[in-house]
């Protein structure tokens, strides 16, 4: 056993936690990064090829500044590390005229003055033929949506966090935490007993075990991702097919163009099907490849003449679809971020940025009041971890 002391400890090394490490680390503080899992695990929700970004953020116009400020971060990460994180496709959200995916979408546009074109469906399917959407849908277009390779900017993040000299432990369990005053934080695993000043949780499907005491009322989502081959390549190249969200009456999806050894790849973004990290049901049934199947046919004809492999993973999902970003509020020397159902991927720069900034400045550059866990019930005390 060892007692070791540092300035922060971050707790989950995944999307968000890998870029808190890396923003302490850079700025000079001593880190200590622990993490169940092994390094490039997928047992949670940051693995995997891609991820979409998008600036037209239909959840809600105040993301935008927030996203914003992450395409800057990645592609300073990019300039850092000399790698390709962020590829520029465009991106297409679909929809009927008056859906929320539409609608909540021209909303940020017209807030914020980005850069887009309001398609009929005739336009999108004639521009970008890998598309076969029918007449009653529209579409919004982003010049500045694209990719984000997920496992990269992990390991980016926790590359340069060890070469600004973070300590970063994978494999190595948190089996409990306490704050026992606002100036010492306690962090027991099998391996040791580690002592800071400050803690950032960021453990994603297991953050409703890492705050049980806080009630925060989260629920964990299986989501099954496929990839299939096209009978023509060409029409789903990235520069022919954007990514795209799309809300139809199947449900809400989500899709990538063709990239090198991967196909397309399509998700269903809204399929409740409820699971905790260590029941998460990993044998996809031939029954939902049909599916998703069934509305590539539909939507995008001749993407999924063969299927390639599919895979799950977990969304940590809030009752209203918002992140949770916040302090303890019994332990304001402890900072987390969690709840991010399933659209937090992309700002994963900047909430590293934010979470870096709560923990040792006390406060951040951004407006992040509306993703205060006070939302949920002004009233609640806190109970024991």
Known sequence: ??????????????????????????????????????????????????????????????????????????????????????????????????????????????????????????????????????????????????????????????????????EIHHEEQVLRWDAPNHNEVVVETARGSYTAGRLVITTGPWAGEMLAGLGIPLKVWRIVNCHFEPAEPARFLPENFPVYLLEGPEGEYYGFPLLPGEGIKLGRHDKEDLCTPRTINRTVDPAEVQKLKEMVDKYMRGGAASFKWSLTCMYTITPDRNFVLDRHPGAPNVVYGCGFSGHGFKFAAAIGEILAQMSVDGQTTQSIEFLSASRFNKDAQLLQK
């Open 1 to 166: 056993m060892t007692n070791q002391t540092y300035d922060v400890i971050v707790v989950g090394l995944g999307a968000m936690g890998s870029a808190t490490a890396y923003h302490l680390a850079r700025r000079g503080f001593k880190v200590l990064g622990l993490d169940a899992n092994a390094r490039r695990h997928k047992n949670g929700s940051s693995h995997g090829t891609s991820r979409i970004i998008r600036e037209a953020y239909l959840e809600g116009s105040d993301y935008v500044p927030i996203v914003q400020r992450a395409y800057e971060l990645w592609r300073d990460l990019e300039a850092e590390t000399g790698q390709e994180l962020l590829k520029i496709t465009g991106c297409l959200t679909i929809g009927e005229p008056e859906s929320a995916f539409v609608s909540g979408a021209l909303a940020s546009c017209q807030r914020f003055n980005l850069p887009h074109e309001y398609l009929e469906a005739a336009e999108v399917n004639r521009n970008f033929p890998g598309y076969t959407l029918p007449e009653n849908l529209q579409a919004v277009f982003e010049p500045n949506g694209g990719i984000l390779f997920p496992e990269q900017c992990v390991m980016a993040h926790l590359d340069l966090a060890a070469k600004y000299s973070a």
